[in-house]
């Protein structure tokens, strides 16, 4: 982690050194220890060094011994600008030249600068200057560096509180744990007048000052956290938004307060590196773990700093619904390519390797059309072909079945167990054959012999929307040409259109959809859409995976017109666009009764609607017509 409490800590050593070396006091160069005094060697060893252990966890560059290279890395890494760097690595050599000079004229191990007259002309002869120019270039050297040096080390004491907003919450802050410690409640102190500044200034102070309230007091610690503040004073301001508008947003801050490191890291605001680049970068991630248990943490943090920064982006308008559902998506594939190699080398380091060529994961649901949201778990299957090998061959062999659903088990409880840095997702592998009644895993023959002889249409219909996300590449492609060809088979298939109304009403009486901004259930909403539209990828035979992208299969076999495909998008759009942002403010799907000012003109942005009326009469025009287009797709009369 970034660690800024080293800050106070190398600012509570150079006091030390102050005090015990009787080095406080006004700057005065008779005497001066160029080592230890103010702004002389030791400040910018500590400034580099400091900043080299505040980053350097994260950035193995930082990495290096030297001051000169510390210097010339911090600032490749963004850490510091090049005018500092340059600035101090002069001064580091001029200073380093004084002090050799010292020495060789003393014939002695010292740092201190002459007391007479005598004594600096000599000096400044050596260094070839006269003794004026010298001891106004050394002393405005020396002032430089305590002023850069001072800036980072000393933070400026609060200047002012803010007269009774909060009172009444405020005055529980003492009893947190974050508060507990001197030092914790210290730094805060100085950090309380701008973060309650900031509350205030909040579209509904109260709403975000409850919400704050709530983060903090989820916080086992605040040293750390604190100093992360304190150092970087633009993270208040991202900390007053989230509060503000999103209480599911601040909740997940609350719980994994370490995501904050990635703002500051130097990527947060960067172009998204896309599926590959997230994948390369876990992989290399996870290869530095020392072992399974430290992988699958390092799996945590890295997700939970990628699922803020979406969140954040969405939040503050950076990216659409859509590149959010993406991104997401992009995330949840790369841990769970990156974590199957690591699991799977784990098992067989008991079990021996995997029995004949392996097993791959299988992305079902939003995870397999790549759109996920906020608060999205994972369909996942496992497919595995052993090639009829009876059992694997390692320290404690299993039958091939048996070696199968163990290592399923395995990637479940790598991907959702909470740990010390929480839980990366929850599972749910009920669109395996046969459900929860079937195997974890499947064979691959048994997979296409149910699929073709034995799965319902609604297995079906998930199939069209089925995507291998890990494994090896030739049972990849093996799966992907069986689901092609069911998908084709089924085309023609007798007795789709009534099944999928069945299944549409049963639904319906199982839950009707509450209507208002609950764009999940009900006649014309989003599951019912979604049937739809997974409806005509299936009659059409189409191997599309996306709800655009089946929707225009739909359209290209002439089960529907241009404009009632035209329909069918705007609907998904719409819908999405809400479900995504209220998920990301709330978590779930709810009305907007408890919603924020700040989340209300999220909701409003992202919909173009001008208030909660407005959008449900949207939202309830947009169903009917969306509805009436399924029912016609399904040749029920509306």
Known sequence: HLDFAAIQDAHDMRLKIRDHKGLGGALRLDGHDMKLGQGGIREIEFFTQTRQLIAGGRDPSLRVRGTVEGLARLAEAGWITPEIATGLTDRYRRHREVEHRLQMINDAQTHDLPTSD????????????DVSSFQTALTADLVQVRDWTEDFFAPDEADADVSGFGAETTARWPSYPALRSDRAAAIFERLRPEILTRLQEATRPDEALANFDRFLAGQPAGVQLFSLFEANPQLTQLIVDVCATAPALADHLARNAGVLDAVIGGTFFADWPGQTGLHDDLVSDLARAT?????????????????????????????????????????????????????????????????????????????GARRLNAASDLDLIVIYDGQEVET???????????????????????????????RLYEV???????????????????????????????????????????????????????????????????????????????????????????????????????????????????????????????????????????????????????????????????????????????????????????????????????????????????
Do not use: C
């Open 118 to 129: 005598e004594g600096f002309a000599r000096l400044a002869a050596f260094m070839g200057a």
């Open 291 to 367: 072992d399974y248990e430290a992988a699958l943490d390092h799996a945590r943090r890295w997700m939970k700093e990628w699922h803020f920064r979406v969140g954040v982006h969405h939040l503050r308008g950076l990216i659409t619904a859509e590149e959010a559902g993406a991104q997401y998506a992009d995330v949840a594939e790369a841990v769970v390519a990156a974590l199957w190699p690591v699991v799977t080398e784990h098992f067989a380091q008991k079990h021996g390797a995997a029995p004949g060529r392996g097993a791959v994961v299988v992305a079902m649901g939003s995870l």
């Open 392 to 422: 694997s061959d390692g320290p404690r062999p299993l039958p091939t079945r048996v070696y199968y659903a163990r290592l399923t088990q395995a990637m479940i409880t790598a991907l959702s167990a909470p740990m010390a840095e929480g």
């Open 428 to 638: 749910d592998m009920r669109l395996r054959p046969s459900g929860r009644q079937g195997p974890v895993a499947t064979g691959l023959h048994s997979f296409e012999t149910y699929q073709r002889d034995e799965a319902w249409t609604w297995e079906h219909l998930a199939l069209t929307r089925a995507r291998v996300v890990a494994g090896p590449d030739d049972v990849t492609t093996d799966i992907e040409a069986v689901r092609q060809a069911i998908l084709r088979d089924k085309a023609a298939g007798a007795g789709v259109r009534a099944d999928v109304q069945d299944m549409r009403d049963r639904l319906t009486a199982a839950r009707p959809g509450a209507g208002g901004l609950d764009v999940k259930a009900g006649y014309g909403r989003l599951q019912d859409v979604d049937l739809g539209v997974q409806t005509l990828a299936l009659l059409a035979g189409s191997d599309a995976r996306g709800g655009t992208s089946q929707v225009a299969a739909g359209v290209a076999a002439g089960l529907i017109s241009d404009a009632q495909g035209q329909d069918l998008n705007e609907a998904l759009g719409l819908y999405w666009r809400v479900q995504a942002a209220m998920r990301l403010l709330h978590g779930d799907t709810g009305g907007a009764g408890d919603m924020s000012e700040g989340g209300r003109q999220m909701l409003w942005r992202e919909t173009d609607a001008t208030g909660i009326d407005a959008l449900e009469q949207q939202l309830s025009d947009t169903a009917q017509a969306a509805g009436a287009i399924v029912d016609r797709v399904l040749r029920v009369t509306a």
